[in-house]
Nanobody, 126 residues
Framework: EVQLVESGGGLVQAGGSLRLSCAAS????????IGWFRQAPGKEREGVSC????????YYVDSVKGRFTMSSDNAKRTVTLQMNSLKPEDTAIYYC???????????????????WGNGTLVAVSS
């Protein structure tokens, strides 16, 4: 059974940092694309970052480029999202997710995800 378990969320002041983790099990971790998404109150879920194994590329949406870094530890079956220079608009529930296939850059599109974790809350105060 595929499981994705996020952790590391919390409350932080603007300009601060947080490090999120997603522990994965139940699939071939080093062969599957995997992504981070977020959903702010009253807004649609949006992509943040993803790793395409097929293209050996990490993608970021424009709003987080230069501030967030996604990495993968295949031995620990964990992906992390290091978030620096946090802004109040980064406040959201953050999810990791698996697409049905490795679509390359489309892995930041929630439409292509088939498995989701339960999320971890990130709150950034001004």
């Amino acid at each position: 059974e595929v499981q994705l378990v996020e952790s590391g969320g919390g409350l932080v002041q603007a300009g601060g940092s947080l490090r999120l983790s997603c522990a994965a099990s139940g699939f071939n971790f080093d062969e599957r694309a995997i992504g981070w998404f977020r959903q702010a109150p009253g807004k649609e879920r949006e992509g943040v970052s993803c790793i395409s194994r097929m293209f050996a590329t990490t993608y970021y949406v424009d709003s987080v480029k230069g501030r967030f870094t996604m990495s993968s530890d295949n031995a620990k079956r964990t992906v992390t999202l290091q978030m620096n220079s946090l802004k109040p608009e980064d406040t959201a529930i953050y999810y990791c997710a698996l697409p049905a296939r490795d679509f390359g850059s489309r892995c930041t599109n929630p439409f292509y995800m088939e498995r989701w974790g339960n999320g971890t809350l990130v709150a950034v105060s001004s």
